[in-house]
């Protein structure tokens, strides 16, 4: 079935640096890629996402990338700040028979610490 | 607060009881998900409702585990004769989409329910 593996497990950077993380699937008919950033006590929450039909997209200080040849994504902070330290999790979907059922397969999450 | 909510936040209960988790999601969504996260992983997927349909199930959601979604509305996650292995935190989650197969709509997580099993 369908797997998302996602590397680093942690990550520590001072405040100002960039972070990278790295997300690796494995059906190569998934075609939506979401990151979704954790904090204790909160709901998780989508921070960007992309489609298969695009490389690249950026939000503010947060990208995300895309090599579907290579079937990996990776998500890039830069500037951090210590309100960035969280839980990010990373996803594809995968499709069932005839549509996108929006079900979402996560990576096994990257602890972000900024240190100020 | 018109995000996704759900009850109780903390469960805790001995092993061969059986507990109930409640998720209303946000009004209007018409599809919602379970997911079960346990520590240091993601979110795994459980099963999901479009409307009052559950139209998938993962093979994680062993005969112990039932869901529902009466109304098309709310949700509940049953868990009967709990065991240690089921302690782990219940997401809910819902989105809105038109069903297009290229429309994946964003997941709105609640907080989550978090079960203890003695």
């Known amino acids: 079935g369908e797997n998302v593996e996602q590397h680093p497990s942690t990550l520590s950077v001072q405040e100002g640096d960039s972070a990278v993380i790295k997300c690796t699937y494995s059906d190569s008919a998934s075609n939506y890629f979401p990151w979704y950033k954790q904090e204790l006590g909160k709901g998780s929450q989508l921070i960007i996402d992309?489609?298969?039909?695009?490389g690249e997209k950026k939000d503010q200080r947060i990208a995300v990338t895309l090599n579907k040849t290579a079937k990996h994504f990776s998500l890039h902070i830069t500037e951090t700040q210590p309100e960035d330290s969280a839980v990010y999790f990373c996803?594809?979907?995968?499709?069932?028979?005839?549509?996108?059922?929006?079900?979402?397969?996560f990576g096994q999450g990257t602890t972000l610490q900024v240190k100020p | 607060d018109t995000g996704v909510s759900q009850d109780p936040r903390h469960k805790i209960t001995k092993r061969g009881q059986n507990v109930t988790f409640r998720c209303d999601p946000i009004s209007e969504h018409n599809r919602l998900y379970w997911y079960r996260q346990t520590l240091g992983q993601g979110p795994e997927f459980l099963t999901y409702?479009?409307?009052?349909?559950?139209?998938?199930k993962s093979r994680l959601l062993s005969d112990r585990f039932s869901a529902e979604r009466p109304k098309g509305s709310f949700s509940t996650l049953e868990i009967q004769r709990t065991e240690q292995g089921d302690s782990a935190m219940y997401l809910c989650a819902s989105s809105v989409t038109s069903g297009d197969w290229v429309n994946t709509g964003e997941l709105f997580f609640g907080e989550g329910s978090r079960l203890t099993v003695l």
């Open positions: 992309i489609r298969s039909n695009v």
């Open positions: 409702f479009q409307n009052e349909a559950q139209l998938e």
């Open positions: 996803a594809a979907s995968t499709r069932s028979g005839s549509g996108n059922t929006g079900k979402l397969i």
